[in-house]
C-alpha cells in the first residue's frame, strides 16, 4: 500500500491539483499542499454530502433493519413498543413460515433463468444487429421498447396476454373452455416461468443495449485480424471479442445478478406474491407493508436478501477495484 | 512532505468512494427494507393533501378520510357528507383516497394526522385501531343514535374495552347470485338444501355450464366461502370464537369444512386462484356477445353486481347459501360486513366530528346513501326502504332473515393472519391442492397462528 501510493504520489502532482492551483501563490505556512483550500472545501462537501446522504438514507435504515429483525413490533406506537424477541423471527421463518423456501427456491431460479437464459440471449441480439442487418435500428427499438415501460406496465401487458378466458396466448391456443383452459397466472406450478417470460421480454432488451454499446467501441482491427488468421465467425466471438469485451461482461453480469434479487415488481403485481410467485422481495413487503404490519418478522427476512446481496456486492467491488490498479 | 499529503488525501477518497459503492450497492437489493421513517412520510403526505377549511360556520369546520374513489360510493359519501354538514351546521372537507391504498396506509395514517372522521370497517379490525389507542370512544354518539340500531350492530361497532367506536353506514350480504332469465330459460329452481345445490350442479354441468364460477387471485374471495361453509356445518359462534383464536386450526370441525370443500370443489370453476373476482362475476352474471353465460352461479357479496350493465339489474336474482339440513339451519347464518364512520384519537374538532356521526346513524341519511350506492342497504332498524332496487329489497330481506351476521374473514380475524401471508396465502394452497394432507395443512395454520406476535 505504502509503496503504491508512493508511486501515485510521484506521478501526479500538478495534474492532481487541478488547474486551479497554479493560480494561486504558494501558501506561507510551512505545512502546505498542492489542493488550495478551496479544492480542499469542494472536495469534502463532494464526497462528504453524498456520504452523509448515503448514510442517513441507507446505512441507518440498513443498520435500523438489522436491529428491528430481533425485535416484535407493529409499527404503532413509539420505540418503547418496540420489543427484542431474540431469534424468534428467525426461527418462525425457518420452522413456520411456509412461503419462506419457496421464496428463496423462486428467487435462485429467476437468477438460474437471468444467467443461462435471459442475458445470453440479449448478447445474442447485440452480436446479430452489430453486423448492420437490414433494418437493424428497428429492431433495436422494437427490443428495446420494453426497458422503457416500467415492470409495472409490463405485468399489465403480459395479464392480457396470460387471461384465462379473454387472453391472448389461450384463445391462440383455443384453450379457452373450463376443463382445458391454462392457468397461466393462477397455476402454481407454471405461473413462475410464465412472469420469467415476461421479465426476460424486458431483461433482454436492456442487456442487448448495454451489449450492443460494447459492440460498438470494439475495435475492428482486432477482429479482422482473426479473420486473416482464418477464425470462423464464431471463433472469433468467443476468443477474441468475448475477453475483450470483459469490464461489459462484467457489468452485465452484476447487473443480471440484482435484477434478479430485486425481482419484485411483476410478482407482487401479478399476485402480491402468492401462490407460485412468492420472493423474498415480496415476503418482506406483505409482512411490512398493510393495515398490521409485523416490521420485526419482516425485517428478518430483508436480512437475509441483504446477506445474499452482499456476495454479488462484494465480487463487484473486488473485480472493479482490481480494475483500477 | 508533498509527497504525503496528497496520496493520504486520495486514500482517503478512494475509502469514502468505496464506501459509498458499497452502500449503493447494497441499495439496490435491500429497496424493500423498511425505514420506520418512510411509512411516516407516506402517512405525512396522505395528511398534507388535507388542508385546513376555512370559515367555520356554528360548530365548525372538520375533516373526513374516506376510503373510496369509485363513481357510485364516492357520490354517496359526498351526499350524506352535504346533507348532514347542513343539518348540523359544520362544514366537512372530504378527501377521498383509492380503497386499497387507504387499507394499507391506514396504521401509519391513523398515527400521523388524519383526518377527524374516517370510513372504515366494524369488528375485529376497528377493534384492533381501538385498542391502539387510535380512535376516540362515541359513547356519548351512541347515546343519541343507540335507539336506531339493533344489537348487533352496537356488538360491532364496540370496542374491547366496551366502549363505541363506530357508527355504521351501511353493508351488504354475501350471497348467491344468478341470472332470473338464465334460470327461467332452463327452468332451474332455487336450491334450498346443498344436496339440492348439487343436483342443480350436475344439471349445469350437462348443460355446459360451470355451476359455480370463482375467482380468487385476490386472496379474499376464497374466505367468503370458507366462511359460508365454516357456519353452515358448525355455526356462527364457532366461526366468531376460531377467528379470535379460541378455537384451534387442528380443530376435527375445521377438518370437516374443508374436506366438504374438497367435495364440492368439482362445482367451481376451474383456475380460480389465477382469475379476478370481476372476471368470475363477468362468467356468471354478464353473457357473452352469443347470449352464451360460461357459469350458472356466483358466490360474493352483494356488490358483484356492479359488474352488470344497469338495465339488467332487475334481471340479477340471488338467494342464501343453501342450508346443510343441521343443527344450525334455524340460524342461518351469513357473512354481511358493514362500513361506517370512526374517529381518530385526537380530532381537530371533537364536536363537528361527532355531530356528523349523529346524523351518520339515522335513517334520513343512510337513505341519502343507499338511493345512489345500489348495492348496499341501511344498517339502521328503521330504514326508509322506499327507493330500494330489487337488488337492495332482496338483500335486506335476507339479512333479516339471517339469525347472525358474521363481519368475515378477514374482519373478524386479525390483519396479520387473514392477510396475504397467513390465510389468503393458505387458501390459495388449498384451491391449487384440495387432495393435500389436510391434516398437515391445518397444523401449518395453527403454527402460524401461534408464531404471531400477542395483540
Known amino acids: 500500500m505504502?509503496?503504491?501510493?508512493?508511486?501515485?504520489?510521484?506521478?501526479?502532482?500538478?495534474?492532481?491539483?487541478?488547474?486551479?492551483?497554479?493560480?494561486?501563490?504558494?501558501?506561507?505556512?510551512?505545512?502546505?499542499?498542492?489542493?488550495?483550500?478551496?479544492?480542499?472545501?469542494?472536495?469534502?462537501?463532494?464526497?462528504?454530502?453524498?456520504?452523509?446522504?448515503?448514510?442517513?438514507?441507507?446505512?441507518?435504515?440498513?443498520?435500523?433493519?438489522?436491529?428491528?429483525?430481533?425485535?416484535?413490533?407493529?409499527?404503532?406506537?413509539?420505540?418503547?413498543?418496540?420489543?427484542?424477541?431474540?431469534?424468534?423471527?428467525?426461527?418462525?421463518?425457518?420452522?413456520?413460515?411456509?412461503?419462506?423456501?419457496?421464496?428463496?427456491?423462486?428467487?435462485?431460479?429467476?437468477?438460474?433463468?437471468?444467467?443461462?437464459?435471459?442475458?445470453p440471449l440479449g448478447m445474442f441480439f447485440a452480436v446479430l444487429l452489430d453486423k448492420n442487418i437490414r433494418g437493424t435500428r428497428i429492431y433495436q427499438s422494437a427490443l428495446y421498447m420494453p426497458v422503457v415501460l416500467s415492470l409495472a406496465i409490463v405485468g399489465f401487458i403480459w395479464q392480457l396476454i396470460y387471461a384465462p378466458e379473454q387472453g391472448l396466448l389461450n384463445n391462440l391456443l383455443g384453450r379457452t373452455e373450463q376443463g382445458n383452459q391454462?392457468?397461466?397466472?393462477?397455476?402454481?406450478?407454471?405461473?413462475?416461468?410464465?412472469?420469467?417470460?415476461?421479465?426476460?421480454?424486458?431483461?433482454?432488451?436492456y442487456v442487448m443495449v448495454l451489449y450492443l454499446a460494447g459492440l460498438k467501441g470494439f475495435d475492428p482491427v482486432l477482429r479482422e485480424a482473426a479473420s486473416i488468421d482464418g477464425a470462423s465467425e464464431v471463433q472469433t466471438f468467443f476468443r477474441v471479442v468475448f475477453p475483450v469485451m470483459r469490464p461489459i461482461n462484467i457489468v452485465i453480469l452484476v447487473i443480471t445478478v440484482i435484477e434478479s434479487l430485486r425481482a419484485f415488481d411483476l410478482a407482487f403485481i401479478t399476485n402480491k406474491g402468492l401462490n407460485g410467485l412468492e420472493l423474498l422481495s415480496t415476503l418482506v413487503t406483505n409482512n411490512i407493508?398493510?393495515?398490521?404490519?409485523?416490521?420485526?418478522?419482516g425485517s428478518a427476512i430483508a436480512v437475509v436478501l441483504l446477506v445474499i446481496s452482499v456476495g454479488p456486492i462484494i465480487f463487484y467491488l473486488f473485480r472493479s477495484l482490481k480494475e483500477d490498479d | 512532505m508533498v509527497g504525503f499529503a496528497a496520496p493520504w488525501r486520495r486514500n482517503g477518497l478512494v475509502t469514502l468512494g468505496t464506501l459509498a459503492i458499497i452502500l449503493s450497492a447494497c441499495s439496490g437489493s435491500a429497496t424493500p427494507t423498511p425505514a420506520p421513517s418512510a411509512a411516516a412520510s407516506v402517512a405525512a403526505s396522505a395528511a398534507a393533501s388535507v388542508a385546513p377549511s376555512a370559515a367555520p360556520s356554528g360548530l365548525g369546520a372538520t375533516t373526513a378520510g374516506i376510503n373510496e374513489t369509485d363513481k357510485q360510493?364516492?357520490?354517496a359519501v359526498q351526499a350524506i357528507?352535504?346533507?348532514?354538514?347542513?343539518?348540523?351546521?359544520?362544514?366537512?372537507?372530504?378527501?377521498?383516497?383509492?380503497?386499497?391504498?387507504?387499507?394499507?396506509?391506514?396504521?401509519?395514517?391513523?398515527?400521523?394526522?388524519?383526518?377527524?372522521?374516517?370510513?372504515?370497517f366494524a369488528g375485529n379490525r376497528l377493534r384492533f385501531f381501538a385498542a391502539q389507542g387510535l380512535l376516540t370512544p362515541i359513547d356519548d354518539v351512541w347515546a343519541t343514535i343507540g335507539a336506531n340500531y339493533s344489537d348487533a350492530f352496537k356488538v360491532a361497532s364496540t370496542g374491547a374495552d366496551g366502549h363505541q367506536y363506530f357508527v355504521p353506514n351501511i353493508n351488504y350480504p354475501w350471497v348467491v347470485m344468478y341470472r332470473k332469465s338464465l334460470f327461467a330459460a332452463k327452468g332451474y329452481t332455487i336450491p334450498k338444501t346443498i344436496a339440492e345445490f348439487t343436483a342443480l350442479g350436475d344439471k349445469m354441468k350437462a348443460d355446459g355450464l360451470v355451476p359455480l364460477a370463482l375467482g380468487d387471485k385476490d386472496g379474499w374471495p376464497a374466505m367468503g366461502t370458507f366462511d359460508i361453509l365454516n357456519m353452515r356445518m358448525n355455526g356462527y359462534q364457532f366461526h366468531v370464537d376460531l377467528m379470535a383464536g379460541k378455537e384451534k386450526w387442528t380443530d376435527p370441525r375445521v377438518k370437516d369444512v374443508f374436506t366438504k370443500w374438497a367435495e364440492l370443489l368439482p362445482y367451481f370453476q376451474q383456475g380460480s386462484p389465477g382469475r379476478i373476482w370481476q372476471d368470475a362475476a363477468q362468467a356468471a352474471l354478464v353473457p357473452s356477445a352469443a347470449g352464451k353465460f360460461t357459469a350458472g352461479m356466483y358466490f360474493l357479496g352483494t356488490f358483484a353486481a356492479q359488474q352488470v350493465p344497469t338495465a339488467d339489474i332487475e334481471d340479477v336474482g340471488f338467494f342464501p347459501f343453501p342450508l346443510f339440513g343441521n343443527k344450525w339451519d334455524t340460524e342461518n347464518a351469513i357473512d354481511a360486513p358493514i362500513d361506517g364512520f370512526m374517529l381518530s384519537a385526537k380530532p381537530k374538532n371533537l364536536p363537528a366530528a361527532k355531530a356528523f356521526l349523529e346524523c351518520a346513524g339515522t335513517a334520513a341519511?343512510?337513505?341519502?346513501?343507499?338511493?345512489?350506492?345500489?348495492?348496499?342497504?341501511?344498517?339502521?332498524?328503521n330504514a326508509d326502504m322506499s327507493g330500494y332496487n330489487s337488488v337492495q329489497k332482496a338483500s335486506a330481506e335476507i339479512i333479516a332473515g339471517a339469525?347472525?351476521?358474521?363481519?368475515?374473514?378477514?374482519?373478524d380475524a386479525r390483519a396479520d393472519f387473514a392477510g396475504p401471508s397467513?390465510?389468503?396465502?393458505?387458501?390459495?394452497?388449498?384451491?391449487?391442492?384440495?387432495?393435500?394432507?389436510?391434516?398437515?395443512?391445518?397444523s401449518g395454520i395453527q403454527a402460524y397462528y401461534d408464531s404471531l406476535p400477542p395483540q
Open chain 1, 289 to 297: 407493508i398493510g393495515e398490521t404490519s409485523r416490521i420485526g418478522f
Open chain 1, 2 to 119: 505504502a509503496d503504491r501510493a508512493a508511486r501515485s504520489g510521484s506521478t501526479t502532482p500538478p495534474a492532481g491539483a487541478g488547474g486551479v492551483a497554479s493560480s494561486r501563490p504558494a501558501p506561507k505556512k510551512k505545512h502546505y499542499s498542492l489542493l488550495t483550500r478551496r479544492d480542499t472545501i469542494t472536495l469534502w462537501v463532494m464526497a462528504g454530502i453524498p456520504t452523509l446522504l448515503v448514510g442517513v438514507f441507507i446505512l441507518l435504515p440498513t443498520l435500523a433493519s438489522i436491529v428491528l429483525s430481533f425485535t416484535s413490533w407493529n409499527g404503532i406506537g413509539g420505540l418503547g413498543a418496540i420489543k427484542f424477541i431474540g431469534l424468534k423471527n428467525y426461527s418462525d421463518l425457518i420452522n413456520v413460515y411456509q412461503p419462506f423456501f419457496p421464496a428463496l427456491e423462486h428467487n435462485l431460479i429467476w437468477l438460474v433463468f437471468f444467467l443461462l437464459i435471459a442475458t
Open chain 2, 73 to 75: 360510493p364516492k357520490a
Open chain 2, 81 to 120: 357528507v352535504d346533507f348532514c354538514s347542513a343539518q348540523a351546521g359544520i362544514t366537512i372537507k372530504a378527501n377521498f383516497v383509492d380503497h386499497n391504498t387507504f387499507q394499507n396506509q391506514i396504521s401509519s395514517y391513523l398515527q400521523g394526522t388524519p383526518d377527524d372522521i374516517v370510513k372504515w
Open chain 2, 422 to 442: 397467513g390465510m389468503q396465502g393458505f387458501l390459495l394452497s388449498f384451491l391449487n391442492n384440495p387432495s393435500q394432507d389436510l391434516g398437515k395443512f391445518l
Open chain 1, 182 to 205: 391454462i392457468s397461466w397466472l393462477g397455476d402454481p406450478s407454471i405461473n413462475l416461468w410464465a412472469i420469467l417470460v415476461a421479465a426476460s421480454w424486458r431483461q433482454v432488451g
Open chain 2, 403 to 411: 339469525g347472525a351476521i358474521a363481519q368475515f374473514l378477514d374482519r
Open chain 2, 365 to 381: 341519511s343512510q337513505k341519502i346513501y343507499t338511493g345512489i350506492s345500489s348495492g348496499d342497504v341501511a344498517t339502521v332498524k
